[in-house]
Structures are given as C-alpha cells and as structure tokens.
C-alpha cells in the first residue's frame, strides 16, 4: 500500500459544515475510519445522516466546541486519532468586521488549542483550511502560493496568521507534518443533491445567493459592479467543485508526509469565471432567465481571483475534474430538493 492509500483514522472539525461534510463523504468512501466533531453554529445535525446515506457508513461524530480543549483533549484519550483535518470556523468577511474578537478566538484561538492538544498525544499530522482570500488585492492572475499576502479584513488575517503559526511550528519541532490548502471559490453540491451549502441568512458569496433566487426565496442577484477591467467587466473568481475540493483534502492527507514541515497548496482550477457567466450557467441548470440588476462596486472587492494550481497538481496529482456547466447543475439539484436548506425533510 503506497501512503496516499494507507487507511487511517481521521478526525475532521467542522464536520457537518459544507466542505467538511463532502470531505467527510470522500473519506469514508475511500476507507478511512473517520470522527467528525461540530458545534453546528453553521451546520445542521441532518447532515449526519445524509453522510451516512450516501457513503453506506456511518461517521462517528461527538457535538464540541473547538474552543473547549478540555473535551478535545478528553476525545484525544479516548480514541485512536491519525491526523486531523482542521475546517471548523467562522467564515463571513463582513461580520469578520463587525465582531473581530469572535473571529480571533475561532479562528487563531481554537486553532492554538487544537495544536497544543494534538501535540500532547503525539498526532502531529494535520491539514489545515486557508484561502485565497489572504491575498487581498493582486497585481497579477493567476496566483500561485508565493503571491503577495496582503489580508484586508479580520477572517482573511485569521487565515493567515493561522498558517504564520503553523510554519512556525514545523520549524520548531520536524516531527509535525502540515498542509495548508488555500481554497479558492467552493460551490456545488454532491450528485446525490443530499448535501450542498445552505448559509444562515443573507447568502455571503454569490453561488447560493444565485440558487436562492432561482428556487423563488430571492428577487434577483444583485450584481457588485459591471465596470472591472475584465471582459464583461463583473468580478472574475475561480469556483471549485466541493467534491474536487473534497477530494483534494484526501490526497494532502496522504501526501502529508513527503516533505518536511509546513506546505501551502493552492486548491482551484485555473480558470476564471465572471459573475454574468456563472449567471448564464446557472439559468441553464436550471432552465430559466435568472434575473439580476447591476449595483455599484462593492468595497473590498477585486477584479480578479484565479489560482495557479500547478503545485497541486505536481505536489498531490490533483487536478479538477468539475466544469462550471456542473458545479450549477448540482447546486442547483440540492436548492430544487432542498428549499430551505436543511431545514426541509427535502431530500
Ligand atoms: N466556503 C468558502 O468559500 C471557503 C473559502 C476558503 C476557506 N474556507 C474555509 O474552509 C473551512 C470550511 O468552510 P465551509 O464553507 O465548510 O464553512 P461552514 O460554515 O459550512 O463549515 C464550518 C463548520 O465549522 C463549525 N464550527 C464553527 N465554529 C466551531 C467551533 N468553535 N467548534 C466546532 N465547530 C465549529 C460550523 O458549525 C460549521 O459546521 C473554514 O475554515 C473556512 O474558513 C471556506
């Protein structure tokens, strides 16, 4: 059995989250005996058994808070643990502003206690949840890992100061293996349309935003200004299947240990999509004229975001297999037979 193969127990925070939850899925169906911890301050407890209907196994799962070392440390005893897979976290840029000591204290703080946890019953392999979004404004498109960091809000700086810490870590102590993978725009559902992404309130990114005004919760897509220097002059992002990305965390885990220390990986496709295509993509999904208006710029936004995904093609052989015609489509598929997200019977 090559590393990328070997089975392992994996305990993944944020669990029932978005991407936690298809990564849970991916885990499991390749073999890996997998703990899910949640508190679900984002998530819903349904997504426990849609996990387990779709990978044929059910997900040992324990509700804490990442924040409570006591009960993470007390996990730790009870159960054999391999490596982590750290997703659990606040993740909206504007209340990032709004209440920046919660964000620290999610973000860096449970992060700081995690390791502390980790290190003291010797589980020292970890991939770690990062983003794009560090980078703030670019100069240039694509961006590859070596790109400027230049964070502009709270969440961003917690994503950073989060890897700051881990690199640290790797130098101080080799035995620590750790992978940061920067996301670039996760949308999509599984096939399956039991799991997708289901915000609390007013959608923060623009993919569900789209979905809720396709299933009538929505009038229209505001569309954040149409006078960007790029060639239909709305904002440009590389969206990533949730299943590629779910995929991705598999082989960082088992690639964890090919180099030493801390490793940044970019996960997206290379390829840009504007706000007006990923409109007309998503009104073929689903077979209708969406309707949108053109608003002024939104401030903090930029132009364009697409990732060089060189390295994670060298580094893990991955590669997106997941166009933007699809990632709509089973967006869509999960919002048509989930209305309201978790909360209906639905699927
Ligand atoms: N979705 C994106 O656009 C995106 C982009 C880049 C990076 N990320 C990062 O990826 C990770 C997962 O994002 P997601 O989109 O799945 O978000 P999500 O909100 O759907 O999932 C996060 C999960 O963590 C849980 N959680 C939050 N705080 C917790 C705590 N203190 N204890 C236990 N559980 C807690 C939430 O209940 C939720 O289930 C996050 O770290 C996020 O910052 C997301």
New binding site residues.
């Given amino acids: 059995m090559t590393s990328t193969q070997a089975t392992r127990t994996v305990l993944v925070?944020?669990?029932?989250?978005?991407?936690?939850?298809h990564t849970c899925v991916d885990l499991l169906a390749a073999g890996h005996r997998v703990i899910g911890?949640?508190?679900?301050?984002?998530?819903s407890p349904r997504?426990l058994d849609r996990i387990g209907r779709i990978a044929d196994r059910e997900l040992d799962f324990v509700r804490?808070?990442?924040?409570?070392r006591a009960a993470l440390d007390e996990l730790f005893r009870r159960q054999p643990i391999d490596a982590v897979v750290?997703?659990?976290?606040?993740?909206a840029v504007g209340e990032s502003v709004e209440m920046p000591l919660a964000y620290y204290d999610?973000?860096v703080g449970?992060t700081l206690g995690l390791l502390h946890v980790m290190g003291e019953h010797g589980v020292r392999d970890l991939v770690f949840?990062?983003?794009?979004?560090i980078h703030g404004t670019v100069d240039k498109v694509p961006i590859a890992e070596d790109a400027p960091v230049r964070p502009t809000n709270p969440?961003s700086r917690t994503?950073w100061i989060c890897e700051q810490i881990l690199a640290d870590l790797c130098v101080a102590d080799p035995r620590w293996h750790i992978t940061s993978l920067?996301?670039?725009?996760?949308v999509g559902a599984h096939p399956s349309g039991l799991l997708g992404?289901?915000?609390r309130g007013v959608p923060n990114?623009v993919m569900p935003y789209i979905a809720q005004v396709a299933v009538g919760r929505r009038a229209e897509l505001s569309v954040f200004g149409d006078d960007y220097p790029t060639p239909d002059g709305t904002g440009v992002r590389d969206y990533i299947h949730v299943v590629d990305l779910a995929h991705g965390h598999r082989l960082a885990l088992g690639h964890l240990r090919d180099v030493a220390g801390h490793r940044v990986i970019n996960l997206g496709t290379g390829q840009g999509t504007s706000v007006l295509e990923l409109l007309a993509a998503f009104s073929a999904a689903c077979g209708r004229e969406l309707p949108r208006r053109i608003m002024a710029r939104r401030a903090g936004d930029v132009a364009a975001l697409v990732a060089d995904p060189t390295l994670a093609r060298e580094a893990l052989g991955w590669t997106a297999r997941h166009d933007v015609a699809q990632m709509c489509r089973d967006a869509w598929e999960f919002q048509r037979l989930n209305p309201t997200g978790y909360d209906d019977e639905g699927a």
């Fill in positions: 925070t944020g669990a029932t989250g978005f991407i936690g939850s911890v949640d508190n679900f301050l984002n998530s997504v804490l808070d990442v924040r409570d750290h997703f659990a976290a606040r993740k999610s973000n449970a949840s990062s983003s794009c979004a969440y994503k920067r996301y670039f725009n996760p992404e289901d915000p990114n």
